[in-house]
C-alpha cells in the first residue's frame, strides 16, 4: 500500500528513468497530488505494466494539482555525468510546476538542493509514495514515447523494445553498425571496451 506522505500540503514527488540506458535522455518527471487522489494501479513504474502505464498517464495529468516532465540529452549527460545530469532533469521537472512546492520527496538517495525547498530523499521512494510513484509513471511515459520516435531514425538499434537499455541486442547493433548523435559517448558501450589485451 502506497503511502500519502504528506508532511506538507502541495508537497512535490520527483523521479526519473532511463538513467541506465546506453543511448536517449534521462527524463524526470514532478507531480504534485491532491490530497484526496488515489488509484489501485498506481505503484513504481517497474511494477506497472504498459498498458496500466498507459492507463494512469492521463489520469495523473488530468487530476494532480501540478506536473512536469523534463529531459536530459545524451551530449550534457556526456559533460556533467548521468547523476547530475539525473539531478537537473528533475531540477527542469519541477520549474515546470505552477509555483515552487514547500517540500519536495525524490527517489532515492542523492539530489541538489533546489531554490532552497526542503527536500527528502527516499530509497525506493517510487514503490512507498504516491506522488513519486506518479512522477515515475510520467517519467517512464515521457521516455519511452521518445524512444519510440527516434526509432523510426534508427531502427537497427530496435530501441522501440530495448527503449535504449544495454540488452545483447543493442550491444550487437552498436559493434555492427557504430554509435549514434543518441548515444551516450561516457557509458560503456560495448563490454570489451574495459578489457585489456595482456
Not at 502506497?2 to 507531480?31: H, I, M, Q, S, W
Not at 490530497?35 to 496500466?52: A, I, M
Not at 505552477?98 to 533546489?114: A, L, M, T
Not at 504516491?130 to 534508427?154: C, G, P
Request: with cysteine; net charge positive; aromatic share 8%.
Amino acid at each position: 500500500m502506497l503511502n500519502k506522505f504528506y508532511l506538507f500540503f502541495n508537497e512535490c514527488g520527483t523521479d526519473e528513468a532511463g538513467r541506465g540506458c546506453l543511448a536517449g535522455p534521462v527524463t524526470a518527471a514532478a507531480v504534485i497530488l491532491p490530497e484526496d487522489f488515489h488509484h489501485t494501479l498506481l505503484n513504481d513504474s517497474k511494477l506497472v505494466s504498459r498498458k496500466n502505464r498507459d492507463h494512469l498517464k492521463p489520469i495523473i495529468e488530468a487530476q494532480s494539482l501540478a506536473y512536469g516532465v523534463a529531459h536530459i540529452h545524451p551530449k550534457k549527460i556526456d559533460d556533467i555525468n548521468i547523476l547530475n545530469a539525473s539531478i537537473l532533469a528533475m531540477h527542469k521537472a519541477i520549474d515546470q510546476l505552477k509555483e515552487v512546492p514547500p517540500h519536495i520527496i525524490v527517489d532515492g538517495n542523492r539530489f541538489k538542493n533546489y531554490k532552497g525547498v526542503p527536500h527528502t530523499c527516499i530509497v525506493k521512494g517510487d514503490s512507498k509514495y504516491l506522488n513519486i510513484a506518479a512522477a515515475s509513471i510520467l517519467a517512464k511515459t515521457a521516455r519511452d514515447a521518445y524512444m519510440e520516435r527516434i526509432h523510426e531514425e534508427f531502427p537497427m538499434y530496435n530501441w522501440k523494445q530495448n527503449k535504449g537499455y544495454p540488452t545483447k541486442e543493442h550491444r550487437a547493433a552498436i559493434k555492427e553498425y557504430g554509435i549514434t548523435k543518441f548515444h551516450r559517448k561516457s557509458f560503456r558501450l560495448l563490454s570489451e571496451q574495459l578489457t585489456l589485451d595482456l
